[in-house]
């Protein structure tokens, strides 16, 4: 019987990545224009249908 191989984030691992993120935000390195344009770029991925269609996913405030 073959086991599947499921990769796995360790609790350690996610911790460094919080706080990595948070010194990035401390720093300057990430604000809030970055966060709307992740936003805006993740909402175009997976909703590029919408897109065709003629709505637009930009996110502002």
């Known amino acids: 019987m073959a086991t599947r191989y499921r990769p796995h984030i360790s609790l350690v691992g996610l911790i460094y990545i919080i706080i990595g993120v948070f010194i990035a935000w401390d720093r300057g390195y990430i ?3 970055l966060i709307r344009r992740v936003g805006s770029a993740l909402l175009a991925i ?3 249908v ?5 709505v637009d996913l930009h996110i502002d405030v």
């Open 50 to 54: 919408l897109i065709l269609l003629g």
């Open 46 to 48: 997976f909703l590029w």
């Open 31 to 33: 604000d809030e224009s």
